[in-house]
C-alpha cells in the first residue's frame, strides 16, 4: 500500500459552486497510485463539498439559488453574525452539505459518473482562500 498526501489551496472570488474535478485528476495522475480511494476534505465551516452534475451549468445555479432560499441572509434570523450577514447562513449551508469526499480510484482515474463533477462549494461573498486536503491510499 502506498499513500500519497497533499493540500489544495483553491482561492474562490464569490460565492457559489467551483468546479475542483480538474485539480483533483491531476494530482491523482501525480501521485502514481493506480488503485484506491481518495478523501477530500475541506477544512472550514463555511464552505463544503459536492459531487454533482457537470455538464448544466443550470443544475450549479439551481443549487446555488436553493441553498439561498433555504438559508437566507437575514440579521433579523441569526445571533450569529461575528463577520457579517452571510456569516451564519454560510455555517448552515455546509451544516446541509458535507465536508469531506471519498472517492474510488479505477486504473489511474477517479471512478466519477459521466455527468459528475467535484466541486468546492463557497458559501462566503467575499472572496477567500480554501484548503482542502487530499489523502490518497492504494497501489
Known amino acids: 500500500m502506498k499513500q500519497a498526501i497533499a493540500t489544495l489551496t483553491i482561492a474562490t472570488k464569490r460565492q457559489g459552486l467551483i468546479e475542483v474535478t480538474s485539480d483533483l485528476r491531476a494530482w491523482v495522475t501525480a501521485s502514481a497510485i493506480?488503485?484506491?480511494l481518495l478523501t477530500v476534505f475541506c477544512q472550514h465551516t463555511s464552505a463544503s463539498l459536492l459531487i454533482q452534475e457537470n455538464a448544466a451549468?443550470?443544475?450549479?445555479?439551481?443549487?446555488e439559488d436553493y441553498f439561498a432560499r433555504i438559508a437566507p441572509e437575514d440579521a433579523?434570523?441569526?445571533?450569529?453574525?461575528?463577520e457579517g450577514p452571510d456569516d451564519m447562513p454560510?455555517?448552515?449551508?455546509?451544516?446541509?452539505?458535507?465536508?469531506?469526499?471519498?472517492?474510488p480510484v479505477v486504473?489511474?482515474?477517479?471512478?466519477?459518473?459521466?455527468w459528475?463533477?467535484?466541486y468546492l462549494f463557497e458559501h462566503r461573498r467575499s472572496p477567500?482562500?480554501?484548503s482542502?486536503?487530499?489523502?490518497?491510499?492504494?497501489?
Open 90 to 103: 454560510a455555517h448552515l449551508r455546509s451544516a446541509l452539505t458535507q465536508v469531506h469526499l471519498s472517492i
Open 34 to 36: 493506480h488503485n484506491g
Open 116 to 118: 459528475q463533477g467535484t
Open 76 to 82: 433579523k434570523a441569526y445571533a450569529h453574525d461575528d
Open 57 to 63: 451549468p443550470e443544475a450549479r445555479r439551481d443549487i
Open 132 to 139: 482542502l486536503v487530499l489523502h490518497l491510499i492504494g497501489e
Open 107 to 114: 486504473a489511474g482515474k477517479l471512478a466519477l459518473g459521466t
Open 128 to 130: 477567500q482562500r480554501r
